[in-house]
Nanobody, 124 residues
Framework: QVQLVESGGGLVQPGGSLRLSCVASGDIFRINTMGWYRQAPGKQREFVAGINRSGSLDLADSVEDRFTISRDNARNMVFLQGDFLKAEDTAVYYC??????????????????WGQGTQVTVSV
């Protein structure tokens, strides 16, 4: 099994920044792509960003000009940096991981492993 634990999040003012971290443990060999999804109140969970072990990355259109994703393979960690946050970025952010190295598959199918989520609230 793979365990994913997120950190970061909290209350952010509009126009502010966030940095989320996620560390993977357990059967690390099972995973290739790691990334982030989010779920806003009353909405479906949506893809935010993914990065595979080779460093190729994919970002949702809604965030590609404001967010970036990075990874530290040596520490089994993935990071999400968001700038110029908007109210519509308010959501629970979930770290996710999957055996696939194909970013399109990570975006379109339900990843195998999930963290418990961390709340990000963008408000004055």
């Amino acid at each position: 099994q793979v365990q994913l634990v997120e950190s970061g999040g909290g209350l952010v003012q509009p126009g502010g920044s966030l940095r989320l971290s996620c560390v993977a443990s357990g059967d690390i060999f099972r995973i290739n792509t790691m990334g982030w999804y989010r779920q806003a109140p009353g909405k479906q969970r949506e893809f935010v960003a993914g990065i595979n072990r080779s460093g190729s990355l994919d970002l949702a259109d809604s965030v590609e000009d404001r967010f970036t994703i990075s990874r530290d393979n040596a520490r089994n960690m993935v990071f999400l940096q968001g700038d110029f946050l908007k109210a519509e970025d308010t959501a629970v952010y979930y770290c996710a991981a999957d055996p696939t190295r194909r970013l399109v598959d990570f975006r379109l199918k339900h990843p195998d492993y999930w963290g418990q989520g961390t709340q990000v609230t963008v408000s004055v």
